[in-house]
């Protein structure tokens, strides 16, 4: 199995999470929320959370370079549609590096500022917050021992072929060395056909810095 393929090939699990089974004070808070309020996703899905969470939105520049990005959230911005009524500003997705994903929808609904102020934000989190690979291989092992544990898993028929994938990119992992070096992965047909996934990834330091002095807001 080559690369990419090892990596596209975690859409093809379901993730299902025992609940019942975590001690949630050895669980970071952000992995718990997410697991429970994305209860429809896949492995690859679970991947670009602890992705994302460790390196921000670096991966952005390897795709389409700074100008790309910046053009393409302005128009995303500009199709957003009604924020759901269970949305939120801001999901953390890791206590380390405080990044976090912020919500298109609510930041148009609620925040009403343009994408230049955004843009700036992304601009600062990374910044302040560079890309930390070994916070990523930390998170990896974690969902890694997890599986081993039962409380992440699969469907049944599937559970040997997952933990098989699982091994291979955890030696696949050891020749990075850096955040650019990991593969892409966009998120499962499944998980956008039930979430309609529309957020950039920032700090959450400097967000509530920013809106506390820009429009007095909190969150």
């Known amino acids: 199995m080559n690369e990419e393929n090892s990596y596209q090939k975690l859409h093809y699990f379901r ?11 050895k669980i970071p808070f952000s992995l718990l929320t997410y697991l429970k309020k994305y209860s429809v996703q896949t492995w690859g899905d679970l991947y670009k959370f602890i992705y994302q969470g460790s390196c921000g939105w670096v991966h952005l520049k390897k795709i389409s370079g700074l100008e790309g990005v910046k053009i393409y ?5 500009d199709v957003c549609t009604k924020k759901r009524e269970d949305e939120e500003l801001f999901e953390l997705l890791n206590e380390k590096t405080m990044f976090g994903r912020l919500n ?28 930390n690979l070994s916070i990523f291989f930390s998170s990896w092992n974690l969902i890694c021992k997890l599986y081993d544990e039962g409380i992440l898993t699969t469907k049944k028929n599937e559970k040997r072929a997952l933990k098989k994938a ?14 650019l070096d990991l593969p892409l992965i966009s998120h499962s047909p499944l998980f956008r056909m039930n979430y309609d996934p529309s957020y950039r990834i920032v700090s959450r330091i400097v967000l509530e810095n920013f809106l506390k002095n820009m429009i007095n807001y909190s969150f």
Request: proline share 2%; hydrophobic share 40%.
């Open 73 to 77: 959230l302005e128009q995303e911005l």
């Open 166 to 179: 699982l091994s291979d990119l955890s030696f696949q992992f050891k020749k990075y060395e850096e955040c």
């Open 15 to 25: 993730l299902f999470t025992d609940f019942g089974r975590i001690l949630t004070e």
């Open 104 to 131: 298109l929808r609510v930041w148009k609904e609620e925040i009403g500022l343009s994408s230049s102020h955004l843009w700036k934000l992304m601009e600062e989190s990374l910044k302040n917050t560079p890309a």
